[in-house]
């Protein structure tokens, strides 16, 4: 689910429409409703939403885009970021939070330093979504990366951190075997490294796990044990069709109520957290220890069912 959820920040953002208040105290309906709204009408004994008196859940289409032809028809939805796997997640989709992320000091990343150890940096200019930090002042503050979401939970918050740390351990031993090369080239290499490690993880780990072996050979999607695939079409395009990224990769079923904190002896649970205790807050990872023993939880707990059913974390959570 962590690796799923990571692969996907790299490949899939929607544009969203916002500002819209689509539930209103008269719950308009028809021609008194903006065309983008699509408001989710609450009924009045609803077995989670009555007891907080709410009777809509305002929901609003993503921003309008043409079909790839530019024809009039149905619409599409924008994807912002670029389809390929090119950890556009950890450097960032576009020039300006590209430089966002970036020291400009021996090829690596911007780094915030807690408990002596290398973070993500601190978003103090709210540039990531739906920071839930309240009083956001000194460490207790979201954090930044390539991508918005970075804060959504602890799986993301910490893959993006260790793509951090590699990318900045690559960046020093790049810059002590080529003494003549600048920041700009150090960067550039070690994204390649980056950027290369995550693809290499997505089919070989991965993909045979979500798509079975047979479906991957099937499709000629298997990894060679050695050298170089050679068959990348140029004709093809490589845009995420709508139908995969709002669809047929919605695997939310798999995501967990739980995550806990485990420690190396005995696997004793030292604190256990709800999901909808952690949405967009990472704060409860800087304390000295958390991190390992968040990571230690996620690898040691295994994730939902693939079912219909989803964690009313997820489902109640709006």
Same mark, same amino acid.
């Not at 978003?123 to 954090?143: E, F, I, K, P």
């Not at 068959?231 to 845009?239: E, F, G, H, I, V």
């Given at each position: 689910?962590?690796?799923?959820?990571?692969?996907?920040?790299?490949?899939?953002?929607?544009?969203?429409?916002?500002?819209?208040?689509?539930?209103?105290?008269?719950?308009?309906?028809?021609?008194?409703?903006?065309?983008?709204?699509?408001?989710?009408?609450?009924?009045?004994?609803?077995?989670?939403?009555?007891?907080?008196?709410?009777?809509?859940? &305002?929901?609003?289409?993503?921003?309008?885009?043409?079909?790839?032809?530019?024809?009039?028809?149905?619409?599409?939805?924008?994807?912002?970021?670029?389809?390929?796997?090119?950890?556009?997640?950890?450097? /960032? &989709?576009?020039?300006?939070?590209?430089?966002?992320?970036?020291?400009?000091? %021996?090829?690596?990343?911007?780094?915030?330093?807690?408990?002596?150890? *290398?973070?993500? @940096?601190?978003?103090?200019? &709210?540039?990531?979504?739906?920071?839930?930090?309240?009083?956001?002042?000194? &460490?207790?503050?979201?954090?930044?990366?390539?991508?918005?979401?970075?804060?959504?939970?602890?799986?993301?918050?910490?893959?993006?951190?260790?793509?951090?740390?590699?990318?900045?351990?690559?960046?020093?031993?790049?810059?002590?075997?080529?003494?003549?090369?600048?920041? *700009?080239?150090?960067?550039?290499?070690?994204?390649?490294?980056?950027?290369?490690?995550?693809?290499?993880?997505?089919?070989?780990?991965?993909?045979?796990?979500?798509?079975?072996?047979?479906?991957?050979?099937?499709?000629?999607?298997?990894?060679? @044990?050695? /050298?170089?695939? %050679?068959?990348?079409?140029?004709?093809?395009?490589?845009?995420?069709?709508?139908?995969? /990224?709002?669809?047929?990769?919605?695997?939310?079923?798999?995501?967990?109520?739980?995550?806990?904190?485990?420690?190396?002896? %005995?696997?004793?649970?030292?604190?256990?957290?709800?999901?909808?205790?952690?949405?967009?807050?990472?704060?409860?990872?800087?304390?000295?220890?958390?991190?390992?023993?968040?990571?230690?939880?996620?690898?040691?707990?295994?994730?939902?069912?693939?079912?219909?059913?989803?964690? *009313?974390?997820?489902?109640?959570?709006?």
């Amino acid at each position: 689910m962590q690796w799923g959820q990571f692969v996907d920040h790299d490949i899939t953002l929607a544009a969203s429409t916002r500002g819209l208040l689509c539930c209103n105290r008269t719950n308009a309906q028809g021609p008194l409703i903006h065309p983008a709204c699509r408001p989710i009408y609450l009924p009045f004994n609803d077995p989670f939403y009555s007891r907080f008196n709410r009777h809509c859940n &305002n929901f609003v289409r993503n921003a309008v885009g043409p079909k790839n032809s530019c024809n009039l028809g149905y619409r599409e939805q924008t994807n912002t970021v670029t389809s390929f796997i090119d950890a556009s997640m950890v450097y /960032g &989709n576009d020039y300006d939070r590209s430089r966002l992320v970036r020291s400009f000091h %021996n090829g690596e990343l911007k780094i915030e330093k807690i408990n002596g150890k *290398e973070w993500l @940096p601190f978003d103090t200019m &709210n540039n990531s979504l739906a920071c839930a930090v309240r009083n956001r002042q000194g &460490n207790n503050r979201c954090v930044f990366a390539g991508d918005v979401r970075v804060n959504q939970q602890f799986g993301i918050t910490t893959l993006q951190l260790m793509f951090l740390r590699e990318h900045n351990r690559l960046a020093n031993e790049l810059a002590k075997l080529n003494h003549d090369w600048n920041d *700009e080239i150090i960067y550039q290499e070690a994204r390649k490294i980056i950027s290369a490690m995550i693809q290499h993880i997505t089919y070989n780990e991965f993909l045979p796990e979500a798509l079975g072996r047979s479906v991957m050979r099937h499709y000629g999607l298997s990894l060679q @044990p050695i /050298g170089h695939c %050679n068959s990348y079409d140029s004709n093809l395009n490589p845009t995420i069709l709508n139908e995969f /990224g709002a669809a047929a990769y919605r695997w939310h079923t798999l995501v967990q109520k739980y995550y806990h904190k485990i420690g190396i002896i %005995n696997n004793r649970v030292f604190k256990r957290y709800e999901m909808n205790q952690i949405f967009n807050n990472p704060t409860h990872l800087y304390p000295v220890g958390s991190l390992d023993r968040i990571i230690r939880g996620i690898l040691k707990r295994p994730t939902d069912r693939f079912d219909h059913i989803f964690t *009313e974390d997820v489902s109640n959570n709006h």
